[in-house]
Nanobody, 121 residues
């Protein structure tokens, strides 16, 4: 059983910063890609940032230059540093990890429960 637990959401003013964390626990052999998504009310879930097992990153255009994704492989944890936050960044943020739990190279996608980020104007 694998769990992803997110933390670090909250309420911040425009221009402020937050750091999200997502820790994977349970039966984990290896973790491939780790990603952050977000979903605002009435919209589809969108990819915000992704990082490969080797540390290659990519970002949605709307957050490039403001958000930074990183990971600590020893801790099975992914982070999202969010700077210069805007009201349009308000959403529930979800982490996603592609995990091989048995060493058989069969990867399964897992999701966290989500953490609310609210940016006030």
């Amino acid at each position: 059983q694998v769990q992803l637990v997110e933390s670090g959401g909250g309420l911040v003013q425009t221009g402020g910063s937050l750091r999200l964390s997502c820790a994977a626990s349970g039966s984990i052999f290896s973790i491939n890609a780790m990603r952050w998504y977000r979903q605002a009310p009435g919209t589809q879930r969108e990819l915000v940032a992704a990082i490969s097992s080797g540390g290659v990153t990519n970002y949605a255009g709307s957050v490039k230059g403001r958000f930074t994704i990183s990971r600590d492989n020893a801790k099975n944890t992914v982070y999202l540093q969010m700077n210069s936050l805007k009201p349009e960044d308000t959403a529930v943020y979800y982490c996603n990890a592609v995990i091989d739990y048995s060493g058989s190279f069969h990867y399964t996608s897992y999701w966290g429960q989500g953490t609310q980020v609210t940016v006030s104007s």
